[in-house]
């Protein structure tokens, strides 16, 4: 695999955010984040977002694999150098059960997570900086 396409909820403060701390990350395999259903998905992946549902994580692979929930969620873990050890353990028998429930809690929760923690998503972040006025300046006065 050369790189992982990662759809994320632009919409959603804890997807931004975890969009932010994966972009930090050093990486086996890069991570290509792109803001689901925008015009640039909808291009790359036509018809991905019938398939999957809106609340779902999705990492789609250069090959045209396509992960999605937990199964996203460990996709993303095993590309970054200091997670893939924890990838390969979740993905076990007796860890993906668990993996898969701690995704469902997170994922149904995000909107709480989101106000408990602050965290503001992309389009809450432009909203409000829309709304800042502009400062009038003279210059030479």
Known sequence: MRHLNVLYDPACGLCTHVKEWLQRQPAYVPLFLIPAGSPQALKLFPGLDQLVGDDELVVVNDRGGVYVGNHAWIMCLWALRDYRRWALRLATPALLPVARQAFDVLSSQRAL??????????REMADR??????PSC???R
């Open 113 to 122: 997570v989101s106000r408990i923690f602050g965290l503001a998503s992309e």
């Open 138 to 140: 003279r210059i030479g």
């Open 129 to 134: 900086l829309r709304k800042v006025p502009a």
